[in-house]
C-alpha cells in the first residue's frame, strides 16, 4: 500500500533568503534519505510561505522490503576445524544473527571463504520516519539561527506546530528541544488575517486544497507566477514597464502568503530626485517595484526621475482585498518619508564642492598602515597616469582620466552615500557633472566601480576602465604590500575579485597591456612608499603575478572555456612572462582553439603536434627556436615526407614569429596533411634510426613543429573529444 506523505515546519515569519535554501536542502536530503531506507515513493515535492516549510512525497510505501544479503567471513581454514565450526565461524555467525550451521563455503579470488545468508526484515514506515523527521529538521542551515525560550533546539525563527501525516494517519514527532516542546499533529495555521487557529486537516492529499481555502498559497511556483503576472498587468496598465531585478522578486515571493499586486503613487516633488535613489529606497529598503519610462535610453547621469519614472509603483501586499486602500496609503507614507530623507541629503550634499569632499576624505582612514581615503586616492590618480603612459590613449581620454581620477572617491563622505552605499559612484559622477565637469570625467567616475562581480557590466568608455584599473590595481599592490593574502575561503578585501576585474577589462576593452611590467614597476613604488612594511619588492611581485595567473585561469572557466583548453593556453607548461605580458593574448588564443574544435579541425592537428612533441622530447632543442633551417639539414632528407614537413615549418615560421595566430591556426590546418604523411604515408620516415645524425635531424623537425605549434598553445595539454 502507498500513501502521501506530508510534513510542515510551522514557523515564525522567516527570512525570505532562508526559505529558499531551506527547501533545496529539504528536497535533497529526503530524496537521499528515503532512497538510502529503501522506501519506495514517487515525486518528492517542496513548498515554502514565510510561515512554513513544507515536504510532500508521492505514493510512499507502508513498509521497507525485506533485505537479504550476503556477508563474507574469515577464510575456511581459520573458520573450521576437521569440519567443525570454530570460534571464528562461531563469533562469525553470531554477528550475522545465523546458526553456525547456515554458514555457507564459496570460493573466492583470495581463496574459500564463510559467507552467511542474512535476512533483515522491513520496517515499518511510519517507524523510519519518526527517526527521520527530526533530523531532517536539525540538518537545516543558514544564517543566524537562533534558540529560543529555554529549550536547545536551533532554527532560523521559532517552531511552533508540526504537522506530519502518511495519508490520514498522524505520524507522531516530538522536537523536546523546543520551548515551548512541539508535538506533531494533523493541525496546520491559516493566513494570519484569516484567524489564527489550528486547521485540521483530514489527510496529506487535501491539505493543498484546505489552505488555499484559508488563504495561503502554499506553492511557491504558483505564488510566483500570480505575482509576475500581476506585475505585468499592472504594470502595462500604467504604461511603465516594472524594474523588478530576479533577486527582488525571488525575496517578493518568500514574503507572502497570499499576494496581492497594489499600486502606489509616488509625490511630484519627488521625481525631482535622481532616478538611482528611488528605485534604490524602493527596491533595496521598501521591497517596492518602480516602473520606468518604456523605450527609455539607460543614461547612469541623469539628474532628476521626471523622465525616467513613472509617478506610480506596485507593491507586493499580503493582506485582505478590502484593506488595500489603507495599505497603499500607509507605503506611501513611508516611502514619502524616506524620500524626504533623500531629499535633505541630497540638499546637504549641493551645498558642498567635489573638491572639497575629497579634501575631506583625509579623515577617514582606509586601512591600517595605508593612511586615508584621500592617500589611497591620490595613489589611484598616479596608477591612472601610469596605465594611461603604457596605454597610449588619445588625449581627450587622458585627460578625462586623470580628472575622474582626481574625483573618484569624493562622494564617499557624501550624506546621500553615507545613507546609501549602493549609490557611490554613481552620485559623484552626477555631483561632477552638475557642477560643470566634462560629461567624459563624470561618467567615468561612475564606471570606475564596474565590474562589481560576476555578470555585471564593465565600463563602456576607455576613461571609465582606465580609472577601473587603477583602483583594482591599487587595492592589490596596497593589501599585498601590507602582507595581506587571500586565504581559502577568506578574502576580506575582494581581491579576487579585483583581480578578475583586472582581467575582464583588459579584454572587453581589448587593451594590450604588459601587465608584468606595469607590476614590476609600481612594487618599487610601493616599496617605497611603504617603508614600515618592509617590503620585498621582489616576493610582492611574484605573488601578485601568481594571483593574476590564477584570475586569468577562472575568468578562462567562468567564461565557459574548456578545461583543456584553459591549461593549454594558460596551465602551468606557459610561463608567466607569456601569460602576463598580454593577458588579451590568452583569450584570442582560446577563442582560436575553440572555434578549431567547434569546426573538427582541432583533433587532427593535435594529435599530429602531440605526436611530434613526445618524440622530439628525445631531443634538445631549446624551445624558442622557430626556424628550421637554423637547425635542420636539408641534404640529409632521404625522404619526400622529409622535404614536404620541412616546406611546412618554412611556411609556418613567419606566422609563429609574428604571432599571427589565425594564420598560424589556417597553416597548421592546412598542414596536417604533410605531418600526417611524415608519421604514417607512404614516404613515411623512422625518426629513431641507429646515424646520430640523421636521427637528430628528424628529432630537429619536429622539436621546431612543437616550437611553432605551441606559439598557439601547449597542444600536449589538449584531449581528444
Not at 572557466?557 to 591549461?567: S, T
Not at 614536404?644 to 614569429?657: G, I, M, R, T
Request: charge should be negative.
Amino acid at each position: 500500500m502507498t500513501a502521501t506523505f506530508l510534513l510542515e515546519i510551522g514557523t515564525e515569519e522567516l527570512p525570505a533568503d532562508f526559505v529558499r535554501q531551506a527547501l533545496d536542502q529539504l528536497q535533497q536530503r529526503v530524496s537521499r534519505d528515503l532512497r538510502e531506507a529503501r522506501l519506495g515513493h514517487g515525486a518528492v515535492s517542496v513548498f515554502g510561505t514565510p510561515r512554513r516549510l513544507v515536504v510532500s512525497v508521492a505514493d510512499l510505501e507502508d513498509r521497507q522490503p525485506d533485505l537479504e544479503e550476503d556477508r563474507k567471513g574469515p577464510p575456511v581454514a581459520q573458520a573450521f576445524k576437521d569440519g567443525i565450526p570454530g570460534p571464528a565461524a562461531i563469533g562469525f555467525a553470531k554477528r550475522c544473527g545465523v546458526d553456525p550451521s547456515a554458514l555457507e563455503q564459496r570460493d573466492t579470488p583470495k581463496g574459500p571463504c564463510v559467507f552467511a545468508t542474512v535476512l533483515t526484515p522491513g520496517q515499518d514506515c511510519v517507524d523510519l520516519l519518526q527517526g527521520l523527521i527530526p533530523q531532517w529538521i536539525d540538518a537545516l542551515q543558514g544564517r543566524r539561527f537562533m534558540r529560543w525560550g529555554t529549550g536547545a533546539q536551533r532554527f532560523s525563527r521559532p517552531i511552533r506546530w508540526l504537522l506530519a501525516l502518511k495519508g490520514s494517519e498522524v505520524i507522531p514527532v516530538v522536537l523536546g528541544g523546543a520551548d515551548p516542546e512541539v508535538r506533531s499533529d494533523r493541525f496546520s495555521r491559516a493566513h494570519r488575517l484569516h484567524g489564527d487557529e489550528p486547521l485540521s486537516i483530514a489527510s496529506a492529499e487535501q491539505f493543498g486544497e484546505t489552505l488555499a481555502a484559508a488563504g495561503v498559497v502554499v506553492d511557491r511556483a504558483e505564488r510566483a507566477k500570480r505575482i509576475r503576472t500581476s506585475l505585468d498587468q499592472s504594470a502595462q496598465a500604467a504604461n511603465g514597464t516594472p524594474d523588478c531585478p530576479e533577486s527582488l522578486f525571488e525575496e517578493l515571493v518568500d514574503l507572502v502568503e497570499d499576494p496581492r499586486i497594489l499600486e502606489g503613487t509616488i509625490a511630484e516633488r519627488f521625481l525631482q530626485l535622481p532616478p538611482e535613489v528611488i528605485s534604490t529606497v524602493m527596491q533595496a529598503h521598501q521591497r517596492y517595484v518602480p516602473l520606468q519610462v518604456p523605450g527609455l535610453e539607460a543614461d547612469p547621469l541623469r539628474l532628476t526621475a521626471e523622465a525616467v519614472l513613472r509617478p506610480q509603483f506596485l507593491l507586493v501586499g499580503n493582506g485582505l482585498a478590502p484593506a488595500s486602500s489603507l495599505i497603499v496609503r500607509g507605503n506611501e507614507r513611508v516611502l514619502g518619508a524616506r524620500l524626504a530623507d533623500a531629499e535633505f541629503f541630497l540638499d546637504v550634499d549641493r551645498r558642498q564642492s567635489s573638491e572639497s569632499r575629497r579634501e575631506a576624505l583625509d579623515r577617514v582612514t582606509f586601512a591600517e598602515g595605508l593612511g586615508s581615503l584621500l592617500d589611497r586616492s591620490e595613489r589611484i590618480e598616479r596608477l591612472t597616469g601610469l596605465l594611461l603612459k603604457q596605454l597610449g590613449l588619445d588625449q581627450s581620454v587622458v585627460d578625462a582620466a586623470q580628472r575622474a581620477a582626481h574625483f573618484c572617491k569624493n562622494d564617499l563622505v557624501s550624506q546621500m552615500v553615507g545613507e546609501f552605499p549602493e549609490l557611490q559612484g554613481l552620485m559623484g559622477g552626477k555631483y561632477l557633472l552638475e557642477e560643470g565637469e566634462p560629461r567624459d570625467v563624470a561618467l567615468a567616475v561612475v564606471e570606475h566601480y564596474l565590474p562589481r562581480g560576476a555578470g555585471d557590466a564593465l565600463p563602456a568608455t576607455p576613461a571609465g576602465a582606465v580609472v577601473a584599473l587603477a583602483e583594482r590595481l591599487e587595492l592589490l599592490l596596497s593589501i599585498f604590500a601590507k602582507g595581506e593574502r587571500p586565504t581559502g575561503s577568506s578574502d576580506p578585501y575582494a581581491l579576487r575579485r579585483a583581480g578578475n576585474g583586472v582581467v575582464q577589462i583588459l579584454w572587453g576593452m581589448a587593451w594590450r597591456l604588459d601587465l608584468m611590467a606595469f607590476l614590476s614597476n609600481a612594487v618599487e613604488e610601493w616599496a617605497a612608499l611603504f617603508p614600515a612594511f618592509a617590503v620585498d619588492a621582489s616576493q610582492l611581485h611574484n605573488d601578485l603575478c601568481q594571483l593574476m595567473r590564477q584570475r586569468i585561469v577562472s575568468q578562462l572557466e567562468d567564461d565557459g572555456f574548456a578545461p583543456d583548453l584553459v591549461q593549454a593556453v594558460a596551465g602551468d607548461a606557459v610561463s608567466s612572462q607569456r601569460l602576463l605580458s598580454d593577458p588579451l593574448d590568452v583569450k584570442q588564443r582560446i577563442q582560436l582553439l575553440r572555434d578549431l574544435r567547434d569546426s573538427g579541425q582541432l583533433d587532427a592537428v593535435q594529435a599530429v603536434v602531440q605526436r611530434a612533441a613526445k618524440l622530439a622530447e628525445k631531443g634538445d632543442l631549446a624551445r624558442d627556436q622557430l626556424v628550421a633551417g637554423d637547425v635542420v639539414e636539408p641534404e640529409r632528407f632521404e625522404s619526400a615526407s622529409e622535404k614536404d614537413l620541412f616546406a611546412a615549418l618554412e611556411q609556418l615560421q613567419p606566422l609563429a614569429q609574428q604571432r599571427s595566430y589565425q594564420a598560424l591556426a589556417d597553416a597548421l590546418v592546412a598542414a596536417t596533411p604533410a605531418l600526417q604523411a611524415f608519421f604514417d604515408g607512404d614516404t613515411s620516415v623512422m625518426v629513431m634510426v641507429d646515424d646520430a645524425a640523421l636521427r637528430l635531424n628528424r628529432l630537429n623537425l619536429l622539436a621546431v613543429l612543437r616550437n611553432q605549434a605551441s606559439v598557439l598553445a601547449e597542444f600536449e595539454s589538449i584531449q581528444s573529444k
